[in-house]
């Protein structure tokens, strides 16, 4: 559904850009340039990229149990802040160019089954046609685990637990909400390269 929140739009400016919603065109602003389905509902290019932005900073802030975005902007560090700014910015565009009156949602679905019935009409393609059954020597290159590619895969992981385990001694004895939530995502990482690890020793074992 529609992300934007209408009661921090800025003061003094209109939300309203295009009377009325037309069928094709973008639910939130009316736009029909570069318009795609986004949530199940179609919307335009720029209410995607700003959408985006917002989902990002929630990311973020859920990622290291910060206080939920809206209101005021003091932050813990610069990057928490960089990240609600532009989240409160992209909002403000969403409210500036929302329509004085959204659409009905059973419009909309109406206006887009004659599309989704025209692509389950459309001929099937010779890509889409039913794949034969790889026989039992192409199955073996699937499944088969190619040595060198494993090894390969085992020390990126080690190199990323070495990273893991010098960012966690950095963090050792600091304070502060940040620092905490950092190593709390800092271990789930490294049990999860552990986990990881102990897979492709079995598989490793498993070739051999």
Known sequence: MIDADSSHGPTGTTTVRIARWTPGGCVWCGSTDSVEDFRNEP??????????????????????????????????????????????????????????????????????RPRAAAAGNAPASPASAPAKAPTKKSQAGVTGIDAIELQSRVEKLLGQLTSVDEQISALDGVQGLPARARMKDLERQRTTVLSTLAALEKARRRTN
Request: net charge neutral.
């Open 43 to 112: 919307r335009c290019g720029l209410c995607r990229e700003k959408e985006a932005v917002i989902d990002e900073a929630k990311h973020f802030i859920g990622m290291y149990g910060l206080r939920p975005l809206g209101g005021t902007l003091a932050s813990e560090d610069e990057e928490e802040r960089e990240y609600r700014v532009t989240a409160r910015d992209a909002r403000e565009v969403l409210n500036r160019i929302r329509l004085e009156k959204l659409p009905d949602p059973a419009a909309v679905r109406k206006a887009l």
